[in-house]
């Protein structure tokens, strides 16, 4: 990225503007509070810290009111080579506080000469929410790995609070997975045992939410790198539903 010239737009955003823009046909045939809706990820965001790094995933479904914008969304969003912030609320203010956090940490690094801390990053995070608190919507977790504390989970969700925890949910579908939470997680679980109970646990919200759905984007950080994994929908774990 060029720190001096950063981007005003990624292509998602400017995809999701398009699909905005509805014919005169769709306007007689689309009622128009569904036309004002503004688009938003409406998500299962997931996190988990493990002894060594943390494990992180999402659904990919972008919805504006009760239509779905983009099946395939990316919400797992990379700040710097090892942290990322997942994103839920409004796709078009968790973008931007995404690209200011991004080049805000990129100057810190060069200015500094190291990758920033995870807790930097979520307090870059955590200021941008709790300035714009009247005018964004937007909730987020920001995790990954730096050399001093290991890998970190911290949870911002409206409001612009900020609290590290192991394990951690937000969007919309998180309200049916709690009680899975509550009774499947358990502290110093391994790298394969925090990756099924991640996978899982979005699997049920898709079933359930219906604001969440395509597949399950699951990343891996530790002190190696970066592992991402993309789980399609016909390959998620099967789950009894009504």
């Given at each position: ?12 955003e400017?995809?999701?503007r ?15 509070e ?91 995070v ?41 394990v ?7 309200t ?62 099967k789950?009894?539903?009504?």
């Amino acid at each position: 990225m060029d720190v001096l010239n950063p981007m005003t737009y990624d292509a998602e955003e400017d995809q999701l503007r398009d699909r905005t823009k509805y014919s005169q046909m769709d306007k007689h045939l689309i009622p128009v509070e569904f036309q004002q809706q503004p688009v938003s990820t409406g998500t299962t965001i997931v996190a988990v810290e493990y002894d060594g790094g943390v494990i992180i995933g999402a659904d990919t479904r972008t919805s504006s009111g009760t239509f779905v914008m983009n099946r395939f969304t990316d919400k797992l969003t990379q700040l710097t080579d090892r942290i990322f912030c997942l994103r839920s609320g409004s796709a078009a203010d968790t973008q931007a506080i995404a690209q200011v956090v991004t080049y805000q940490l990129d100057f810190l690094s060069a200015e500094m000469n190291e990758p920033p801390l995870v807790r930097i990053a979520a307090n870059c995070v955590r200021r941008m929410i709790y300035q714009y608190r009247d005018d964004f919507l937007a909730g987020m977790i920001v995790a990954g790995w730096d050399k001093k504390l290991g890998g970190q989970v911290y949870s911002c969700p409206l409001g612009g609070l900020l609290v590290r925890q192991p394990v951690t949910l937000g969007g919309s579908g998180s309200t049916y997975i709690w009680g899975y939470l509550d009774n499947n997680y358990r502290p110093n679980m391994t790298q394969q045992e925090c990756y099924d109970f991640v996978l899982k646990g979005i699997t049920l919200a898709i079933t359930r939410d219906g604001s969440s759905g395509g597949c399950a984007r699951i990343a891996i950080i530790n002190k190696d790198g970066v592992e991402r994994i993309d789980v399609l929908g016909n390959d998620l774990p099967k789950v009894f539903d009504l």
